[in-house]
């Protein structure tokens, strides 16, 4: 419908068709009542101001047009048993580890299991330590280093977890003899971490540049 009167006269006949008294004795009926006076911005200025501010929101707004854009949410890590992950526990807490056999730096060996959406295995506390030497018993892995996710961070030569957990030089998880303060080839200090299955699953420092197995390591 469109109205050629002006705003004075076009209340005048708004009024005298729908009523002088609006909508103030029930502001909340704007919409069920008169919805035509509350949608109309000039209607809803020139007779019931106050009241139409008053209306439910939800009855006034209209759908918001799909831009055909999406949001990318990150998918949740999870055992993808597929991909040869295997879930452990400890202490109600759940991880996810996988052993890669074929052996590549330390470095090398994160950025593998950085694509996989995981890091190498930080095995900061006892429980958890604990469940990842039984799992390795269990799988009858041999007796070579396996690279795991600690490595030396400043000058000092102190030990720390991907997680940025300290790893003391007086732990009882290092073998005999270690850390040990020593160059190997090229000049190189043992600045990264295994555990080793000889020795117990106790840690080791070795040179990062040496090749051997490793356990990424997805956390639930």
Not at 30 to 53: F, G, W, Y
Not at 100 to 118: D, F, I, N, Q, T
Request: charged share 20%; with cysteine; net charge neutral.
């Amino acid at each position: 419908m469109e109205f050629f009167l002006l705003p004075g006269l076009l209340v005048l006949v708004v009024r005298y068709v729908i009523g002088d008294s609006c909508v103030e004795q029930n502001p909340f009926g704007c919409q069920s009542n008169h919805p035509a006076i509350c949608r109309d911005e000039l209607l809803a200025t020139l007779m019931c101001p106050v009241t139409c501010k008053k209306c439910p929101t939800a009855a006034t707004t209209t759908p918001t047009p799909t831009t055909g854009t999406s949001t990318t949410t990150t998918p949740t890590p999870t055992c993808d048993t597929s991909n040869k992950y295997h879930r452990l526990s400890y202490d109600n807490t759940r991880f996810c580890i996988k052993i890669h056999y074929e052996p590549l730096e330390w470095g090398a060996a994160r950025h593998v299991c950085m694509s996989e959406h995981a890091d190498l295995v930080v095995l900061d506390s006892h429980d958890k330590y604990a469940a990842m030497r039984t799992h390795l018993r269990n799988v009858h892995i041999d007796y070579r280093d396996i690279w795991i996710g600690a490595s030396v961070s400043n000058n000092n030569r102190s030990f720390y977890w991907l997680n940025n957990a300290s790893l003391p030089s007086n732990s009882t998880k290092w073998g005999r003899g270690q850390p040990r303060e020593s160059v190997v080839d090229n000049h190189q200090h043992e600045n990264c971490v295994t555990i080793q299955p000889q020795d117990g699953f106790k840690f080791h420092d070795r040179a990062c540049f040496i090749h051997f197995k490793f356990i990424c390591e997805r956390t639930l």
